[in-house]
């Protein structure tokens, strides 16, 4: 484990000079992770560990909190402080895709403009939406395999390593590929990637194939790999590859439903976050998982039945759950 108080590691050739002044100069980032719930705990936990000034902006009011990752010692952050948020060099957006709007709208205002905003979420087309208030800032997308679950309030459990692609948004975010070895340090492994939305995309697919169904049928992943959900499972991929090609990403349907199977063989015995969501009668990421499929497939023309059908099972369960 990394001592707190270590200086991270910087390749110096993936090193932005936007930064490098800001950087060096304090010998860690300040990084505040808006939205520490599951996810965000465990890169803060990581990230403080690694040395980083990190502040937590959550919904609760108060001005301190404390994470513990599983049995160690809790760790205290400080909480909804303006100041940590007008020095930031990062902001981590860890809310879940549908509460990014109303995350970022009262915080954008206390940033510099050199802040790098980093949105690491489930589904496509949040940032989007709120490109306008975000966009003088250099804006990253992140899609993370780790697992984390919330046992209490205060608690965070590692439930599953995995790998984190980060990639740029919009061209001022295009030299700031040194904070994938910043991020690594901390929580390995990290890469940059040139063309994150095509890593979306494929993320994209195979939540469409197993979230919906495992939300609608209440099971684990594993349970997809029955014979009964085959069919469903390959035109779920076909609908989705085709709106990927039209939408000028590569798609090949075999190799989509591969990794969707090899998906659920190895995340057999968990529980997806739609099936958790369904079942503790919490808003689901559907919109901007199968949803943001279907409004990309009717701007584009393309037919997606099946999706549609699992799009309107879903939200039928939202609805009778408010
Ligand atoms: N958990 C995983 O293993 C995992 C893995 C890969 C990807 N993801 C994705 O990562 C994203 C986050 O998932 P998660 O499991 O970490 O969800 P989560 O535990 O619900 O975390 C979201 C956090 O954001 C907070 N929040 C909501 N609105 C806020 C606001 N306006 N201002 C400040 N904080 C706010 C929530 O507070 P409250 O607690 O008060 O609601 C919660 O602490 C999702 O898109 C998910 O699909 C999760």
Redesign the pocket.
């Given at each position: 484990m990394v001592p707190i108080g270590t200086i991270f590691y910087f390749n110096p050739f993936h090193f932005s000079l936007c930064f490098a002044h800001r950087i060096l100069g304090t010998k860690s980032m300040n990084i505040v992770v808006?939205?520490?719930?599951?996810?965000?705990?465990l890169w803060a936990i990581h990230l403080k560990k690694a040395g980083h000034n990190v502040s937590l902006?959550?919904?609760?009011t108060q001005s301190t909190d404390s994470i513990q990752l599983e049995d160690k010692p809790p760790i205290l952050f400080d909480n909804r402080n303006t100041q940590a948020l007008s020095q930031a060099d990062l902001v981590l957006v860890?809310?879940?895709?549908w509460?990014v709007e109303?995350?970022i709208k009262?915080i954008i205002q206390h940033l510099d403009s050199d802040c790098m905003l980093m949105f690491?979420?489930?589904?496509m087309g949040a940032v989007d939406r709120i490109y306008h208030l975000v966009e003088q800032h250099p804006v990253l997308l992140a899609?993370?395999?780790?697992?984390?679950?919330?046992p209490s309030?205060n608690r965070v459990n590692h439930?599953?390593l995995?790998q984190t692609q980060v990639g740029a948004f919009n061209d001022k975010a295009q030299q700031c590929e040194f904070i994938a070895d910043v991020l690594n340090h901390a929580q390995p492994e990290v890469f940059w990637n040139q063309n994150i939305k095509q890593a979306l995309w494929q993320k994209l697919v195979v939540n469409c194939a197993i979230n919906p169904l495992t939300g609608i049928e209440q099971c684990q992943n594993g349970q997809l790999a029955n014979q009964e959900y085959q069919t469903t499972i390959e035109k779920v991929v076909s609908e989705c590859a085709d709106v990927m090609n039209a939408d000028g990403f590569k798609a090949d349907k075999q190799t989509l439903l591969d990794t969707v199977r090899k998906v659920i063989v190895a995340t057999g015995k968990n529980y997806s976050?739609m099936y958790q969501d369904v079942f503790y009668n919490r808003t689901t990421?559907i919109d901007f998982i199968t949803g943001y499929l279907l409004e990309r497939a009717k701007c584009l023309h393309i037919a997606t039945p099946v999706n549609a059908e699992l799009y309107q099972q879903i939200k039928a369960k939202e609805l009778s759950e408010n």
């Open positions: 808006l939205g520490p719930g599951a996810i965000g705990s902006w959550g919904n609760k860890t809310v879940k895709v509460q109303h995350a009262p690491m979420h489930n589904g899609t993370t395999t780790h697992g984390a679950f919330r309030a439930t599953g995995g976050s990421e």
